[in-house]
């Protein structure tokens, strides 16, 4: 019976090794925009950050290891005369670019992908020029991910 619990263990850590954990969740704390450029949108509120991949200070996600991930963003705006919105980037390459106009109303936008990622691999999104988000006491801005398996 000892000897079946051990095997178990010892499964049970060679499983947890195969399939990192990896997630995160992270908010903004204050109304940002209006900028003369395009700009990463660091989320410093850090809600959950499970295996470390996310950066607070750049707004970045690295991938710590390879395998398929999940990654959404929910951005407001409620100013009126800006548009709200936000682009998504893999590494560099663009995966959307959402937007909307508020006219003096919340107004919010949500995106998510699956994607699969290699280790070291980025995702992280990014303000356009001229554009806000808007802040309220509650997390109205978040970008979230996490790994679904290994590969």
């Given amino acids: 019976y000892l000897k079946s619990i051990f095997l178990y263990i010892e499964v049970q850590h060679i499983n947890s090794q195969k399939h990192p954990k990896v997630a995160f969740s992270a908010a903004l704390k204050s109304t ?3 900028l ?3 700009t ?3 989320y410093p509120v850090v809600i959950t950050n499970i295996g470390g991949g996310y950066n ?3 707004g970045i996600f690295t991938a710590p290891s ?3 991930y999940y990654f959404r963003f929910t951005v407001m705006g409620l100013t009126n005369g800006y548009n709200t919105g936000v682009n998504m ?3 560099q ?3 959307t670019s959402l937007y909307s106009y508020t006219y003096g109303y919340g107004k919010y936008i949500s995106g998510g992908f699956t994607l699969q990622l290699e280790i070291g691999d980025t995702v992280h999104t990014q303000l356009p020029t001229g554009y806000m988000l808007y802040h309220q006491s509650t997390n109205s801005n978040t970008f979230s991910g996490f790994m679904i398996f290994p590969i």
């Fill in 56 to 58: 607070p200070n750049t």
């Fill in 40 to 42: 990463n949108i660091a």
């Fill in 32 to 34: 940002m925009g209006s």
């Fill in 93 to 95: 390459e663009l995966l």
């Fill in 66 to 68: 390879r395998g398929v």
């Fill in 36 to 38: 003369s450029t395009t």
């Fill in 89 to 91: 980037y893999k590494n």
